[in-house]
Every structure is written in structure tokens, then in C-alpha cells.
């Protein structure tokens, strides 16, 4: 059974993802850009962190409207860095406010995140790595992974014996829809 299957259902932090959020599909812009975010931000720390900071990370990075994010300045990093209620790394910071523009930049060319998303399923991990190393900034392996296994474009984030792993199915995630080995040997 998944790790996070048999120690997250009921935990305060950890259940209402879990059981609500991980491994289903989601799109807009704001939507998949706060979860790739997140996912930036818990590079290197505990996943339990990033979701206790979540709130706080929401408003300090105003919803994570794009457009918005895209246009920060100098003045708007320092304040972010001066926030304690996300987390302040420089690197990390820079890296979603350059994901911004990427993303606005995706509107012209797909239709927005979830049409670039759409557009290149299936393809296996390794693919996907390679187009989000290529697209994005800070964006590696495990990034990749654990992001489009949140969204349901990967298999892996409920085990069968999991309850939530039935009510996933049965919103049809993309990786169901797709003859495809994701996971190269």
C-alpha cells in the first residue's frame, strides 16, 4: 500500500488533500500554476510544511493569478522574502515568478496550462521531465512527477486498496485514458 495512503487519511495536515485533491484532475491557469508552485516550494522539505503554509503562500502570491505574478518586481521579491509565511528561498521565488511568464506564453501557443497539459498526453515520465525542464524553471524529476501525479497525468498517487483511489477513477483522470508506460525501466 502507498505511504502516503495509509498515513494521510485522517491526519489533519495531510487527510484533506489526501482525500480530496491528490491524484484528481484540475485545470486553469491558477489552479495548476499554485500546484506546481507548491510542489517547487517542497523541493528539499517536508510535504506537511508546504501544506501548513499553503494558506499564507495562496495570499501572499495573490492567488497565484498569473498575469499578476508575471509582472512582479525587485520590490515585490523582497517582500516576499520578508514573509514568514511562505517559504524564502530566492531561487524558488524567482523560479515561479519566471513560471509566470511561461505560462502566459502558453496561452498564445495552447490555450493556457491545461491545454499544454492536454496537448502532450500521454508521454512517459522521462518525456515529461525533459518538456518541463525545457518549459519551465526548477523543475526536476521528482517536481515533475509528483505535480502531474497530483493532477492524475501519472499513476501512483493512491493505492487500489486506498478509498480515495475509487472516487479518482471515477472522475476519469488522464492517465486511465491512455495506453502508455509511464514509468521507463
Known sequence: MNWYCTTAPGDPVHGPYH???YGLPRNGDAVLFELLSLEIFQAGLSWELILKKRATTFKAFEEFDVDTIA??????I???LGDTGIIRNRLKVTSIIENAKCIQKMRNNYGGFSNFLEKHHPMAKSEWVKLFKKTFKFTGDEIVNEFLMSLGYLP???SPEC????????KKPPWTQADIAFFDE
Open 156 to 158: 501512483g498517487a493512491h
Open 71 to 76: 509582472g512582479y518586481s525587485e520590490k515585490d
Open 78 to 80: 523582497t517582500r516576499l
Open 19 to 21: 482525500d480530496d485533491e
Open 163 to 170: 478509498p480515495a483511489y475509487n472516487r479518482i477513477l471515477a
